[in-house]
């Protein structure tokens, strides 16, 4: 029978504490240890903690299976542990299953700290097209060799409030399709009474990734552009392109004055999560897939988080980013091998014990079905999901670029700069990817 989410996370690290002691204390052979790299602080509540008692869970299925193996878990930050795993291997220090970002992929090529996966897994063809079809996937795939196998599918919306449509004479069931629309909408909708600051529209712009990923992209793709160039391995941000999606997010802080400047503050959670489940905002743009629990546990939506057939929006929907391509940033966490674990096939085993669809049904992180198969299911053709799988279906990766990081960090500072300091959106791009491809370029 399959279990709820426990009250506390507790008693799961607990469990998973005593295995990691049964490793230190030597009373298994160490062939039978598995070291398992997460990205889930349960110490910081809300999503870190259901992701982190999913992991217990986990272990304490596949251990209870497998009495003959014991699971070290190791937690690292979320936006550290590909540059660990890369560290860890140059210095020696192995790992065995670890959770890795499609955006690295290309720079895990590059160090070969990650095992191909296809011989350890031997998979059908029916199997791997149950995967293959994830952005996720294909990042990590390259001259017939897989990194890392996608553990959910993490895609962008705009979630609004229905209800506030309804006040600002709104259809919440005709939700804004081009970029003109949500303007409107957002005019309509942010309102400054006396005890009451509703904001019509939020996008985040602070300095994680998530700027070039779920604002500036989008847009930029919507007016024909594109981040870098594969023929020529050069940043192109800049183009005329570049220059009107930033002047678009520009615009709706200073001329619509529909988005909050904080937004291009603080992290992706405290600008966008926070803020709209606090009622402060009646549109959030870049909604991610890892957050309908939220708006489950709000009472905002019913019996859509796990889903069933007969779930609905109640108070939040969603609807797909209205840009041209209605594209935003589809990729997901993969689960990979270290290149210097001493147990690949174990790790191998249990790896393949996580992506199954029983496995992943109740997994918080995983936003959205990796498997194609899933989607099949009664309880993903509500409305609801059906506008998450368009989006999904939409959805695009970063560029394959080793120095993805690089970039991003580029765009998110010149960013930074237009929307704090008013800078020119021109000058302030260009020089940022001047910068970039005078480091670079043709890598």
Same mark, same amino acid.
């Given at each position: 029978?399959?279990r709820g ?6 008693s799961?690290? /607990? ?9 230190v ?8 240890? /598995? ?13 870190n903690?259901a ?5 217990d869970?986990a272990?304490?299925? #596949?251990c209870?299976m497998?009495?003959?193996?014991r ?8 936006d550290? /542990?590909?540059a ?5 291997? &140059? ?8 959770w890795t ?5 290309a ?12 011989p350890l897994?031997?998979?059908?063809a029916e199997e791997?097209g ?10 990590? @795939?390259r001259?017939g060799?897989v990194?890392g196998?996608?553990?959910g ?6 979630c609004?409030?229905r209800?506030y ?13 081009t ?5 409107d909408a957002a005019i309509?909708?942010?309102?400054r009474?006396?005890? &009451?600051?509703?904001w ?7 300095r ?9 992209a989008?847009l ?5 552009g594109?981040l ?9 941000f ?6 009107k999606?930033?002047r ?10 529909v988005?909050?400047?904080w937004?291009a503050?603080g992290t992706?959670?405290?600008m ?11 549109m ?5 897939? #890892?957050?309908? @629990?939220?708006l489950?546990q709000?009472?905002?939506i019913?019996?859509l988080f796990?889903?069933?057939?007969d779930?609905?929006a109640?108070?939040?929907?969603v609807f797909v ?9 589809t990729?997901?966490w993969?689960?990979?091998i270290?290149?210097l674990?001493?147990?690949?096939q174990?790790a191998?085993?249990l790896?393949?014990?996580l ?13 959205l ?7 099949a ?6 409305p609801f999901?059906?506008?998450?799988r368009?989006?999904?279906e939409k959805?695009?990766s970063m560029?394959s670029?080793?120095?993805?990081? @690089?970039?991003a960090?580029g765009?998110?500072?010149a960013?930074?700069e237009i ?5 020119d959106?021109?000058?302030t791009?260009k020089?940022a990817?001047d910068? #970039?491809n005078? &480091?670079?370029?043709g890598?």
């Amino acid at each position: 029978m399959k279990r709820g989410l426990r009250g506390t996370a507790w008693s799961g690290r /607990i469990a998973a504490v005593v295995l990691v002691l049964s490793f230190v204390v030597g009373c298994e052979p160490a062939d039978n240890v /598995i070291k398992l790299a997460h990205i889930y602080d349960p110490l910081a509540g809300g999503a870190n903690e259901a992701n982190a008692a999913w992991i217990d869970r986990a272990v304490e299925r #596949y251990c209870e299976m497998h009495p003959e193996v014991r699971i070290s878990l190791e937690q690292l930050k979320w936006d550290q /542990i590909d540059a660990k795993l890369m560290t860890d291997y &140059r210095a020696g220090a192995a790992h065995d299953i670890a959770w890795t970002s499609p955006q690295w992929m290309a720079k895990h090529f590059v160090t070969g700290d990650l095992l191909d996966l296809m011989p350890l897994l031997n998979w059908s063809a029916e199997e791997i097209g149950d995967f293959s079809w994830n952005p996720a996937w294909k990042a990590s @795939e390259r001259d017939g060799k897989v990194l890392g196998v996608p553990n959910g599918v993490h895609t962008r919306v705009v979630c609004f409030r229905r209800d506030y449509f309804e006040e600002a004479g709104l259809d919440p069931d005709s939700p804004p399709r081009t970029l003109d629309e949500v303007v409107d909408a957002a005019i309509k909708l942010t309102r400054r009474e006396e005890g &009451r600051e509703v904001w019509g529209l939020a996008v985040y712009c602070g300095r994680e990734r998530g700027t070039i990923e779920l604002a500036f992209a989008p847009l930029l793709w919507h007016f024909g552009g594109k981040l870098w160039d594969e023929a020529t391995g050069r940043a192109t941000f800049a183009s005329d392109a570049g220059i009107k999606a930033a002047r678009f997010l520009h615009d709706l802080i200073y001329k619509h004055k529909v988005c909050p400047r904080w937004c291009a503050t603080g992290t992706y959670d405290d600008m966008i999560l926070e803020p709209f489940l606090n009622g402060r905002l009646a549109m959030a743009w870049g909604w991610g897939s #890892y957050w309908i @629990e939220p708006l489950e546990q709000k009472g905002w939506i019913e019996g859509l988080f796990p889903p069933t057939p007969d779930g609905r929006a109640v108070v939040a929907d969603v609807f797909v980013t209205p840009t041209a391509p209605q594209a935003q940033f589809t990729n997901a966490w993969t689960v990979s091998i270290h290149a210097l674990s001493k147990n690949p096939q174990a790790a191998a085993a249990l790896l393949d014990f996580l992506v199954q669809p029983e496995q992943l049904a109740d997994f918080p992180d995983a936003g959205l079905p990796a498997r194609k198969s899933m989607w099949a299911r009664p309880e993903y053709q509500t409305p609801f999901y059906r506008s998450w799988r368009l989006a999904a279906e939409k959805g695009r990766s970063m560029p394959s670029t080793p120095h993805y990081n @690089e970039l991003a960090d580029g765009v998110g500072a010149a960013l930074q700069e237009i929307l704090l300091q008013d800078t020119d959106v021109t000058a302030t791009l260009k020089r940022a990817e001047d910068e #970039y491809n005078a &480091r670079f370029a043709g890598v």
